[in-house]
């Protein structure tokens, strides 16, 4: 099975603009989390969808958002970047079994110039 | 709120010798836990889990975790590390009434030396 794929894989932005990250997950995984990793904060959960509807959410301002196509499919959107917001963000895949096992991506690295 | 707090942040070890990477959470519920490696240049790949059931975990590479219910923990361990371990290790938990969210600890670096 193919993994977790994240496109793209790098990105420069300046701040002020927005910026959509994509991902696609495992074959049959309908839910999709989002994570953002820097040095001084770590893995800090952003959110999660399962079929097409955000079912949890951290503690991130409203600039970050996201959403789920039927396919499963997620992107995530950062308006009104921050210099702050220069990360590597981390998207995870899970099949809903009831014991739910994440699998990461690549993950795109984002620059805020 | 839920916290994971993993106790060394970098650890050098020899090859060959044992390893022990310590992870305390903070939730006294039901908790599902999970070591994750990030090595140099790759992405976030599962060790191992715990979810129920026998509380020594086994996992990839000769990877092997306990759970200790009684003291919050889930340390990890390898009897004999080799130089391509060299990697970033996470310990994760999520706890399963607060949704699907994994709540990550700082990380350890480990550096083999050869």
């Known amino acids: 099975k193919a993994g977790v794929t994240q496109t793209p894989r790098y990105l420069i932005k300046t701040r002020g603009q927005q910026v959509t990250l994509s991902c696609s997950p495992i074959?049959?995984?309908?839910?999709v989390s989002w994570y953002q990793q820097t040095p001084g904060q770590g893995l800090q959960f952003l959110f999660e969808y399962f079929s097409e509807t955000q079912r949890n959410k951290g503690n991130f301002p409203g600039r970050f958002s996201g959403r789920q196509f039927s396919n499963s499919r997620s992107e995530m959107n950062v308006s009104t970047l921050e210099l702050g917001d220069s990360a590597l963000y981390l998207c995870?895949?899970?099949?809903?079994?009831?014991?739910?096992?994440?699998?990461f991506g690549p993950g795109t690295r984002l620059l805020v110039l | 709120a839920q916290s994971v707090s993993q106790h060394n942040h970098h650890v050098i070890l020899s090859e060959a010798a044992s390893l022990e990477l310590g992870c305390n959470y903070s939730y006294g519920g039901t908790v599902n836990l999970f070591w994750y490696v990030q090595y140099p240049g790759q992405h976030l790949q599962l060790l191992l889990k715990?979810?129920?059931?026998?509380?020594l975990v086994k996992g990839i590479k000769g990877f092997e975790a306990e759970f200790i219910k009684s003291k919050f923990s889930f340390n990890l361990r390898k009897p004999s590390v080799q130089w391509s371990d060299t990697a970033e290790y996470f310990c994760a938990v999520n706890v399963w009434e607060y949704g699907n969210k994994l709540v990550f600890g700082a990380g350890t670096i480990l550096r083999v030396k050869s």
């Open positions: 715990y979810f129920s059931g026998d509380p």
């Open positions: 074959s049959g995984h309908r839910s």
């Open positions: 995870a895949s899970s099949h809903p079994t009831g014991e739910e096992t994440q699998y």
